[in-house]
């Protein structure tokens, strides 16, 4: 089954900070876009970021300078690195890769950020 696996979720305190993984399986990931949202409880899906083929990563104006997305194309996978994370950030965070073709959500993991 081709598909996304988020993992790197979990609780962290305000001002710590996170990395999360994106692998993809059975397709390859490094011919694809990829994109990281969030959704926050009650809020609409959102998006943070996201890196092309060639590796360059653009994001929204609120995580500029905290959020950083990387690729490891050896590795099958993209990475969001979270540094400085505050309560807002609090969400379940997905990735998304598309290309022009099919296109593939995963599932989510959940980031929480509380003292």
């Known amino acids: 089954q081709l598909q996304l696996v988020e993992s790197g979720g979990g609780l962290v305190q305000p001002g710590g900070s996170l990395r999360l993984s994106c692998a993809a399986s059975r397709f390859t990931l490094e011919y694809y876009s990829v994109a990281w949202f969030r959704q926050a409880p009650g809020k609409e899906r959102e998006g943070v970021g996201c890196i092309t083929k060639g590796g360059v990563p653009t994001y929204v104006n609120s995580v500029k300078g905290l959020f950083t997305i990387s690729r490891d194309n050896s590795m099958n996978m993209v990475f969001l690195q979270m540094n400085n994370l505050k309560s807002e950030d609090t969400g379940v965070y997905y990735c998304?890769?598309?290309?022009?073709?099919?296109?593939?959500w995963g599932q989510g993991t959940q980031v929480t950020v509380a003292s």
């Open positions: 998304y890769a598309l290309n022009g073709g099919p296109e593939y």
